[in-house]
């Protein structure tokens, strides 16, 4: 196992995404923290985050908190005035 350091951040993240990464992180049994590490390092690999079958769940859960976005919409969220 590797030794690594970790900082706190003020992650800012839409609402209806982070209800859906809290659900699939306690799926998983791990911390949202470690959720986004292991996507991020996936990523910059090129590589897939999650099996068949956890990514069946995640379109359950997009489901259950009606998570309405896709990859397509990632550059063009934009935030409400008053959020």
Do not use: N
Request: hydrophobic share 45%.
């Amino acid at each position: 196992m590797k030794q690594i350091e970790r900082t706190q951040t003020g992650l800012r993240l839409e609402k209806r995404l982070l209800k859906v990464m809290k659900a699939l992180a306690e799926h998983l049994d791990m911390p949202v923290a470690e959720l986004v590490e292991g996507m991020a390092l996936h990523a910059f690999e090129g590589k897939a985050p999650f099996s068949p079958a956890t990514l069946e769940k995640i379109a359950l859960l997009k489901q259950v908190y009606e998570l309405d976005l896709s990859a397509a919409d990632s550059h063009k969220l934009r935030e409400t005035p008053d959020a």
